[in-house]
């Protein structure tokens, strides 16, 4: 990291992982609301960005050094289960979050539902863990 702060595209994923967050909580809320054209629309917008961040995610990762975590003791062990936790749900999170949309773009509603019933929640944390991983880096470490 530079001694200007983080770089730029680091900033930008962190914005589009918590516009994701943000989106996801929108959609979940609409759809409790009966208001399902809403929800869809919030939802495609989620993974939209989701996919905008994933982009720009490879791209940085392709063209910067890794920034390592300095902390150490208990704030390194907790760095690296919210770390690992994180990467491993976020593999998780592309075969989930497509077989969802797909089913709901499909009107497999019942499918849908018990899918996404696992797919919001870990596809949430992936997001909201993604900024704190930021935060912790580039604003705390």
Known sequence: MSAEGPPLLATIDAALNLTAAVLMTAG????????????????LAA????????????????????????????????????????????????????????????DRIDRHRQLVRYALPIWWYVSVSGVVVYIVLYHLG
């Open 28 to 43: 979940y809320a609409a759809v409790r609301a009966g208001r399902i054209l809403l929800h869809r629309r919030l939802m």
């Open 47 to 106: 993974v939209a960005v989701s996919a905008l961040f994933l982009v720009c995610y490879l791209y940085y990762h392709a063209t910067h050094e890794p920034v390592r975590y300095q902390g150490s003791g208990w704030a390194r062990l907790l760095y690296l289960l919210l770390l690992g936790s994180h990467t491993v749900l976020a593999a998780a999170t592309v075969p989930l979050v497509l077989t969802s949309v797909w089913l709901g773009l499909r």
